[in-house]
């Protein structure tokens, strides 16, 4: 049987999924044969796949209390309000204070696909596990390079965008790729459903120069919410299963303090009990 895990990110949201990749590792449970990360959940499936236990929780703990990471700071020295340079090559790299260990990850078994969205067309663009190569994760960069807070990242001869725009939960992929029981974890409780208002002034922003990300990210909430209703027919056949936080705790996608992120966490560890029997059955 091929099973899928699919993180959809979410900014400093995505701590709730540290708590369930911690939860596995310290259960020594790898079951999937595939994942589907979207923005910063790339990393944190990655990192699961790589079995760097706790790794993806300093991410969301330690770092984000420095000057480089995200702020006035960056946005001054770079022009980008997160700086995924620092994150994911100042941090991450091989000799780098927290490197994230490539080899491992290529090692795993287990298959993987980064969602983004190609800045030009506003289309979802799939990378396969060989996107990432020692001393160079430039496609955890794109795919979590959110609008406006971030630049979009160039791979090739074509600039890439955060995949939640295009593809914020793509467990239709995961099915088109031979996946017979996906799990999904949200980081937003199930029943919220986006509001196409909070996109609005991101659309103009982006619109400027990327005019088809901006079609796509004014029909963001349609499709999400569209999405997130789609799920409902699988979770009732017994091919998906979706966990989610009951409450974000406070934590917003840039938003946080030391003690919501440790709750939203918590959250994850406990729910990721949820896993196993839905696989078994």
């Known amino acids: 049987m091929k099973t899928a895990v699919i993180d959809v990110g979410g900014g400093m949201r995505a701590v709730y999924g540290a708590g369930i990749y911690d939860y596995l590792m310290d259960n020594d449970l790898y079951p999937f044969s595939l994942g589907l990360g979207v923005s910063a959940g790339a990393a944190d499936i990655a990192t699961y796949f790589a079995k760097q236990r706790g790794r993806v929780l300093r991410y969301y703990t330690i770092y984000p209390k420095r000057k480089e990471y995200m702020g006035l700071y960056p946005l001054l020295k770079h022009g980008t309000f997160m700086n995924l340079k620092y994150i994911y090559e100042d941090l991450s790299l091989p000799g780098c204070e ?3 260990d490539s080899d491992a990850f290529l090692k795993s078994p287990s298959d993987m696909y980064f969602v983004t969205t190609n ?3 506003g289309k979802p663009e799939y990378f396969p596990k060989s996107s ?3 001393g160079d994760l430039t496609i955890l960069e794109a795919t979590a390079a959110l609008p406006v ?4 990242i160039r791979i090739g001869d074509n600039e890439y965008f955060d995949g939640g725009i295009s593809d914020p939960i793509p467990y239709r992929k995961a099915f088109e790729l031979g996946a017979d029981k996906v799990v999904v974890i949200l980081t937003k409780p199930k029943e919220m459903r986006r509001d196409p208002d909070k996109d609005r002034w991101v659309v103009r922003a982006l619109s400027r120069k990327h005019p088809e990300t901006g079609k796509a990210m004014a029909l963001r909430a349609e499709v999400y919410n569209r999405e997130m209703d789609g799920m409902d027919e699988y979770e009732k056949s017994g091919r998906l299963l979706v966990i989610a936080p009951d409450d974000t705790c406070g934590v917003t996608t ?3 303090t ?3 992120i440790m ?3 918590s959250k994850g560890y406990k729910d990721a009990e949820r896993i196993m029997p839905f696989l078994e059955e």
């Open 132 to 134: 990432i190569k020692t």
């Open 119 to 121: 800045a030009a067309t």
């Open 258 to 260: 030391d003690e919501s």
């Open 263 to 265: 709750k939203l966490y």
């Open 149 to 152: 807070a971030c630049k979009p």
């Open 98 to 100: 927290d490197p994230f």
């Open 254 to 256: 840039l938003r946080h």
